[in-house]
């Protein structure tokens, strides 16, 4: 049994609220309401070691315990919903299938650091989860699990539904406190941190979807269980989505630490057709791992030392029939057009790598190319203003790293700059 | 529902402004924010006109020019490019006659470009208004657009 944030799933019908406290839901809260101090469950957070499954891997006990010290009140909670990186969908179907498990989550995360109003940030498009929590923050309402003075205790919690509107930028936690409060999506600068001054300037914690689905069973079941999952650095399972050329694309839910090998031969049933090329792990944003870094376990640390990270969870396999340049034309078209426009080195320099792969694919490129790739791509991780532009370097630089060989073919050595004149000024801006 | 009334049943207040801007496009026919709407929005939310077009022009899901009845938003992001999103592109396009970000003649479909919308286990995807559609095939392109025209034809 490898599941924990999936047990449910599949299993219950998520509509169904008495299905879900037949599966001993609510209990965790119950016995945090009744038995445990919010210094005790910040204690069993930390001891789990589980880290936030949003992407950026912060450990949540720290977290919370940020929230719970800061001064000012009321204090909000956050469930980032907003799920917007390419090839990511676990937390959909999270919602979809067990959803008071998330709300279940939220309740402790706002008993323990004491927030009374909660609110899921959920991207306009997922039709289904919204009306799965919508209906399931009722019922729970119902049987006082939410609302007034839950378990009859005095702790009130409340959680409401924001809708976005379509922005990539939006997930990223202090962009997405701006759209929730009916500003521009843009990144705000930190510090101040969102635990500090969050929504309405007011203490914050903003955690995704996973990380809440974890929460009740390591209160039901403690650390050392938790633990018992996973590795060492990284305890707990991990949910992926595994899409492109392979048998089965789909959902999973393994431990931390296995290996790509496993996940396409084992899990998803082998390459569909043709033979592995690359795979491009944690999003449009992740790196891409050639064939030869196939067993490298994927968890947090691994990936680190070997300079990549493991991002939202998204795995896409590709075979031989994907070229490299093709494929990160279309990786930085979405980057030029999700940027938010703030800084000019990622509203522009992403344009200018869109650009530059085009070419390359068309095997056109100026005869310094990749140079200039690499320099932007190096200058948006040290100055992009936020996680979303210095992120674009990991798929630009893995690419250039293990298929530099290949992406020279499509360079023209021939092909010079032309100086910039009055005459043509306005055709090198022209870039459409 | 008029603008007035969606903006007393939020809130007047800034944090409801999305919420507000997505019941106002809803419930226009033509499936955008019209100017009248946001000036009135801006006297009912006492936030100036051009905050109101800065804020919402910044959320792709929003419009200011009219739209057809069914909006096709195809993914075109890299999960969905690699298993063939630009050849379902095409086809919607040589069907319909239209490009990105154009509507037809009959003021049936608009036909737009989007990033990923987290359906990419049926890869190439696409949504029409709120309905999702997977594992795309050109063959399949057709029989959906077809049962469309068929049923609005009638
Ligand atoms: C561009 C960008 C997009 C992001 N999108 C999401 C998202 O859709 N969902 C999410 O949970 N976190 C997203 N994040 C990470 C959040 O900023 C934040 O770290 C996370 O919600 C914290 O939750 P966690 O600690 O539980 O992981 C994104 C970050 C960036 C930079
Ligand atoms: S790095 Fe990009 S997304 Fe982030 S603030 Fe700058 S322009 Fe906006
Ligand atoms: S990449 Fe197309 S739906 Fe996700």
Redesign the pocket.
Known sequence: MNRIVLENCGKINPEDIEEYIGADGYEALGIALEKKTPEDIIKIVKDSGLVGRGGAGFPTGLKWSFAKSAKKSPKYIICNADEGEPGTFKDRLIMEGDPHRVLEGMAICGYTIGANTAYIYIRGEYRLSIQRLTKAIKDAEKLGLLGKNIFGTNFDFNVKIKIGAGSY?CGEETALLNSMEGLRG??RLKPPFPAESGFLSKPTNVNNVETFANIAPIILNGADWFRKFGTESTPGTKVYTILGHVKRPGLIEVPMGISLREIIYDYAGGMSSGKFKMAQVGGTAGDIIPSALLDVPLEYQSLQKLGHNLGSGAILIMNETVSIADFLTCCMKFFAHE?????SI??IGTRQIYEAFKRLGKKDAYFDELKTIKELADELKLT???P???SVASPVLSALKYFGKELAQGVNPDKKHEPVTRENHNIVLNYS | MTTKEIVKKHGNKRENLLQILHDIQNQNPANYICKEDIYELSKEMKIPVSEIKGTASFYTMFSFTPRGKYVIRVCESPPCHILGAQTIFEAIESELSVKAGETTDDGLFTLEGTSCLGVCGVAPAMMINDEVYGNLNEEKIYKILGQIQEKERK
Do not use: D, L
């Open positions: 930028v843009e990144p940027s938010c426009g703030k800084c990622c509203r992009a203003f936020c979303m532009g210095q």
